[in-house]
């Protein structure tokens, strides 16, 4: 899994970046938790989340945030991180120039970034937001939400009540062409932890539905 580092707004951004064996291989960026709250590309939901696309022949990059470990400059509020994914996904698709579908997915912090970008990238296909910190962060710029994806949490999150997720569900269900799975593990706290088995068997039971189960030979 090779290390990389490219050029963000604030300066180097350091990732970690698989590519896809088969020609034009589709695309995923996976987003980590909030820098301020020990939040890394080497959490283990975005892990799962990175392996979930890896091993269905995707190109995917996690990448630290500005300020977090290799990643230069300091952490700006939400705005700075939107425009440090921008740059991922700018990076990711010029190694990928010619990939067919792009998804992206969010881990917490993560997930509110991604759900931004996805609104401002129309390339976008879909995406799995984890732990959507919908009593925390400002969800209303999905007005309409463009794409449709996995909304997936624990009930035991002690950092999101599930009342705050089923209320953004609710919204973004109610909107024309758009689907949303909403999936509830059971025992599972914000970050899974020992549940990201749990994790990996839902997001890739969704994935297996929304893509038609392309997992490549050669990704196996």
């Not at 080497?42 to 995917?60: C, D, E, H, M, P």
């Not at 630290?64 to 700018?90: C, H, I, P, W």
């Not at 925390?136 to 999150?157: Q, R, Y």
Request: aromatic share 10%; glycine share 10%.
């Amino acid at each position: 899994m090779p290390e990389v580092l490219f050029n963000g707004p604030a300066g180097r951004l350091e990732g970690r970046y698989t590519h896809g064996k088969q020609p034009n291989a589709p695309v995923a960026l996976l987003l980590h938790p909030h820098p301020q709250h020990n939040g890394t590309m080497n959490n283990k939901v975005v892990f799962t989340l990175f392996q979930s696309f890896t091993k269905r022949g995707y190109s995917a990059l996690r990448f630290n945030f500005r300020g977090v470990g290799r990643s230069q400059g300091t952490y700006d509020k939400g705005e700075g991180e939107l425009a440090d994914a921008a740059a991922a996904l700018d990076w990711l698709q010029t190694h990928n120039p010619n990939a067919p579908v792009c998804w992206i997915g969010g881990v917490s912090f993560g997930a509110w970034i991604g759900m931004q970008l996805l609104m401002r990238r129309p390339e976008i296909d879909g995406f799995v937001s984890v732990s959507p910190p919908a009593n925390l962060f400002d969800f209303s710029f999905l007005a309409p939400c463009p794409s449709s994806g996995l909304i997936i949490h624990g009930d035991k999150d002690e950092v999101v009540p599930q009342a705050a997720v089923t209320k953004l569900v609710t919204k973004l269900s109610h909107q024309k062409d758009i689907r949303i799975d909403h999936r509830v593990v059971p025992g599972a706290s914000h970050f899974f932890v020992n549940r990201t088995d749990d994790l990996a068997t839902q997001v890739d039971d969704y994935l297996d539905k929304a893509l038609g189960n392309p997992i490549a030979a050669v990704a196996e």
